[in-house]
């Protein structure tokens, strides 16, 4: 019987990973730099939705200009910070390990008291009135609409408005299909169980063909996502 000859689709791939690359590691870069940053980029655009949602009458003012304008409906375009009472802290750590009073275990960090503010690279205020905390989260860029509080630290919101995805750059669409896979789990260790190696072997056999399967020679690129290496794993 003779073996049949297949050929692997091919695909090509530009990496883009380069800006994302560390280096070397530094700690003058702050979280207040990115948040900054997001903020300059997506100002005009978060803007547009605010004009397209209100209408172009909306005073739009910075976050500096609220105690010029309390009691008048305002619009303010920021990025979320949501402040947990209950999320894990560097100096929690640090208590740790001084021996101090240690931050117990939890199922889950968040709370009723958990609270919204917007930053717009001046300040920062917090939210309040038609904001769900619940299901806000920080680095959100947002524009709000409506106005300070007399004691001049919160901003009451009648509504929120969140930036549309911005245009897509165009592709070309294959004429054939080619497949990405994805794959976790591999667990590679001394002493994988059973299961695993049963399942590793099925998927080489699937990935190279030897399994009647139309797909395996449109199978393009491998990417593994997680998990390759098992617990007991040792390292050379």
């Known amino acids: 019987m003779t073996k049949k000859q297949t050929t692997r689709a091919t695909l090509e791939c530009v990496d883009l990973c380069e800006p994302f690359i560390i280096k070397e590691r530094s700690f003058e870069l702050q979280y207040y730099k990115y948040y900054n940053a997001r903020y300059e980029r997506m100002f005009e655009w978060t803007k547009a939705v605010a004009v397209s949602k209100w209408g172009s009458d909306i005073k739009l003012i910075k976050l500096n200009e609220l105690m010029d304008n309390q009691g008048v409906k305002v619009c303010v375009v920021g990025c979320l910070l949501k402040l947990m009472k209950l999320q894990p802290s560097v100096l929690h750590e640090v208590s740790d390990d001084m021996q101090l009073i240690p931050q117990p275990a939890l199922d889950k960090y968040v709370n009723v008291e958990d609270q919204v503010s917007l930053q717009d690279g001046c300040e920062s205020v917090i939210l309040q009135g038609m904001v769900n905390v ?63 190696v049963s399942a590793r072997d099925m998927f080489v056999d699937f990935i190279t063909g030897n399994f009647a399967s139309d797909i395996a020679p449109k199978i393009a690129r491998l990417i593994i996502v997680g998990n390759l290496m098992g617990k007991d794993a040792r390292y050379i």
């Open 134 to 196: 619940d299901e806000l989260v920080t680095g959100v860029m947002v524009a709000v609409i409506g106005q300070e509080t007399n004691n001049g630290n919160k901003f009451i919101v009648d509504d929120i408005c969140f930036p549309q995805f911005p245009p897509q750059k165009p592709f070309t669409l294959s004429t054939e299909d080619k497949f990405v896979v994805l794959v976790s789990g591999l667990g590679v260790c001394l002493n994988p169980s059973v299961e695993l």
